[in-house]
């Protein structure tokens, strides 16, 4: 038997991650940009007809950057998320943004309560710190997360002792 075992790794007793909604995939937004680019053409033309030709090339920038903007989103929502993670003796939020940018708050299980507001906000909360989640999730689904962190936490403080001396035998 090695002098020092290399200890194993806290299960994970919970963990919720959740996304912003992926309304678009490829073939909704090729649809788009063709609808979209439809739209340009035939209102080039009835303004090319009207003898308003200029309007043309901002028919386009409008269009484009249109366009732009759902690209834009879409990939926002692909890197955000946010995981919300029970084990090793720590209530754990990590937050990612559609920037990229990273949030992570720590909070001892024992002591910490779930808080669902009357206008749909879901927080953590222990001793002052407060630690709002669900950022992505509606509030159907906020009330879900609420009630199984509630259980996860509940399971948490009250662990099940296995003493091989009290088993029947």
Not at 59 to 83: D, F, K, N, P, Y
Not at 145 to 159: I, N, T, V
């Amino acid at each position: 038997m090695p002098a020092n075992p290399t200890p194993r790794p806290e299960p994970v007793l919970f963990e919720a991650v959740s996304t912003p909604s992926h309304s678009f995939h490829r073939g909704l937004f090729l649809l788009l940009a063709v609808i979209t680019l439809l739209w340009t053409l035939v209102g080039g033309a009835v303004f090319l007809m009207l003898g308003a030709w200029p309007v043309i090339g901002f028919l386009g920038i409008e269009s484009m950057l249109a366009l732009g903007l759902v690209i834009a989103h879409h990939r926002w929502a692909t890197r955000a998320q946010e995981i919300v993670q029970l084990s090793g003796g720590l209530l754990t939020v990590r937050r990612v943004d559609g920037l990229g940018r990273r949030m992570e708050a720590s909070m001892d299980p024992y002591w910490a309560q779930v808080e669902l507001t009357e206008r749909g906000g879901l927080a953590v909360v222990q001793r002052g710190q407060r630690i709002v989640v669900g950022a992505y999730l509606s509030e159907a689904e906020k009330e879900d997360l609420a009630a199984a962190l509630r259980e996860a936490l509940a399971s948490y403080r009250r662990p099940v002792f296995d003493n091989p001396v009290l088993r029947d035998k």
